[in-house]
């Protein structure tokens, strides 16, 4: 089945550091540009970062440039989002998509709350 | 706020055909493809339509998207219950050189 896993997330302290992980199956992820997207408790969604197919590029989105690290691991499929100095307004959650176009196969999920 | 402009609320009855439409600029909607989606309360966005208007494998044709200019639609026709969602607009911006989404439109279905 071709599906995105995502693992990571919960609750961390302002400041805090937490990285999340998404597993790609099904599917080539060494073929595919990668997204992470948040979306805050009731609002919309917010496109974070992506990554080109071999990492060798990576984009943000300015309200978390030089705090988050979009990063990739082809040989286990594995996509991740390291997120460093943490404030309340990264509390979301946050979802990776394939681009293929961008946010044709959506993660599930994960929630990180940020809160003393 | 959000880089494109989306009407919070939107509505129709069974059967009726709805639309939503999605404002942005030269740097984005104008130069680059749209892309639509739809979301339900607690679970990750699906996606509908793709590069302007193609629909994705198993949307149905009630769906349909364009563009002109600085503006793209999102049309439902044949109104269904289960059409009650956020619906999500999506484009690039050359000047933020990031993607970048609408405020999000909320479908209800009387």
């Known amino acids: 089945e071709v599906q995105l896993v995502q693992s990571g997330g919960g609750l961390v302290q302002p400041g805090g550091s937490l990285r999340l992980s998404c597993e790609a199956s099904?599917?080539?992820?060494?073929?595919?540009?990668m997204s992470w997207v948040r979306q805050a408790p009731g609002k919309g969604l917010e496109w974070v970062a992506n990554i080109k197919e071999d990492g060798s590029a990576q984009y943000y989105v300015g309200s978390v440039k030089g705090r988050f690290s979009i990063f990739r691991d082809n040989s286990k499929n594995l996509l991740y989002l390291q997120l460093s100095s943490l404030t309340a307004e990264d509390t979301a959650v946050y979802y990776c998509a394939r681009d293929g176009p961008m946010g044709d196969l959506w993660g599930q999920g994960t929630l990180v709350t940020v809160s003393s | 706020q959000s880089v494109l402009t989306q009407p919070p609320s939107a509505s129709g009855t069974p059967g009726q055909r709805v639309t939503i439409s999605c404002s942005g600029s030269?740097?984005?909607?104008?130069?680059?493809?749209v892309n639509w989606y739809k979301q339900l309360p607690g679970t990750a966005p699906k996606m509908l339509i793709h590069n302007d208007n193609q629909r994705s494998s198993g949307v149905p044709d009630r769906f349909s998207g364009s563009k002109s200019g600085t503006s793209a639609t999102l049309a439902i026709s044949g109104l269904q219950s289960d059409d009650e969602a956020d619906y999500y607009c999506?484009?690039?911006?050359?000047?933020?050189?990031?993607?970048?989404f609408g405020g999000g439109t909320k479908l209800t279905v009387l």
């Open positions: 999506a484009s690039r911006d050359s000047s933020l050189n990031a993607w970048v």
């Open positions: 099904g599917f080539t992820l060494s073929t595919y540009w």
């Open positions: 030269s740097s984005n909607i104008e130069r680059y493809i």
